[in-house]
């Protein structure tokens, strides 16, 4: 998607290993989100962001942390992934508090 | 708790069958109500937003209406290309000077030939 690039697209990664997803954009947007997509549950919000090292936790933040150190990038961590954590990540863009998001392609993480 | 619910879950028409999917809602201080479609392997793409019961918006074979309690995708004599998951979302203030958006499950729409 034109602005906002995630990677990698594809992971596999054993349980209890540290996993590290990033998102990238060129917008120059203020807020920033993470989503999980999962069948049945449809996207749920991981973290959020507001702003350079400003960061908020979202309905499933539970096993997840998040750093923004640059306007341009927001990085998901698992610490120690577990299976329950392989899902479709989404990472989302907008430009004011109040505006419609943009979304990256995501990146489909599969935890064994 | 704010909560989103679309129905059907799924709907097969046939190529210029028209028909609605259905998105209702129960949230405190709607900021807006925005549709997004998404196709398999790719993230959501921004359709509509609206803002108050009343409004409507349309995009080619697409019209969005909204009430204050659901919000209608009406869709004018499909094509196939058309077949997508519809997601609808609603935003509310979250505190913090934050917006959060709410998603519901989705509609799979297949349009056959």
């Known amino acids: 998607d034109a602005g906002i690039t995630q990677s990698p697209r594809h992971k596999v990664t054993e349980t209890g290993t540290p996993v590290t997803l990033r998102c990238h954009q060129t917008?120059?947007?203020?807020?920033m989100y993470w989503y999980r997509q999962d069948p049945g549950h449809g996207l749920r919000l991981i973290h959020y962001?507001?702003?350079?090292?400003?960061?908020d936790k979202g309905e499933v933040s539970d096993g997840y942390s998040v750093s923004r150190s640059k306007t341009e990038d927001f990085l998901l961590t698992l610490e120690s992934a577990t299976s329950s954590q392989t899902s479709v990540y989404f990472c989302?863009?907008?430009?004011?508090?109040?505006?419609?998001?943009?979304f990256g392609s995501g990146t489909r993480l599969t935890v064994v | 708790e704010d909560q989103v619910t679309q129905s059907p879950e799924a709907l097969r028409l046939q190529e210029g069958e028209s028909s609605s999917l259905n998105c209702s809602y129960t949230?405190?201080?709607?900021?807006?109500l925005f549709w997004y479609r998404q196709d398999p392997g790719k993230g959501p793409e921004f359709l509509f937003t609206?803002?108050?019961a009343g409004e409507e918006k349309e995009k080619e074979r697409l019209k969005a209406t909204l009430t204050k309690k659901e919000s209608f995708l009406h869709i004018t004599a499909p094509k196939p290309e058309d077949s997508a998951t519809y997601l609808c979302?609603?935003?509310?203030?979250?505190?913090?000077?934050?917006?959060?958006?709410?998603f519901g499950k989705g509609t799979k729409l297949s349009v056959i030939p």
């Open positions: 989302a863009i907008s430009e004011s508090a109040n505006y419609g998001y943009t």
């Open positions: 917008e120059n947007h203020r807020y």
């Open positions: 962001s507001y702003g350079v090292k400003d960061t």
């Open positions: 949230v405190s201080g709607l900021r807006g």
């Open positions: 609206l803002y108050s």
């Open positions: 979302a609603v935003q509310a203030y979250s505190g913090a000077g934050s917006y959060q958006l709410t």
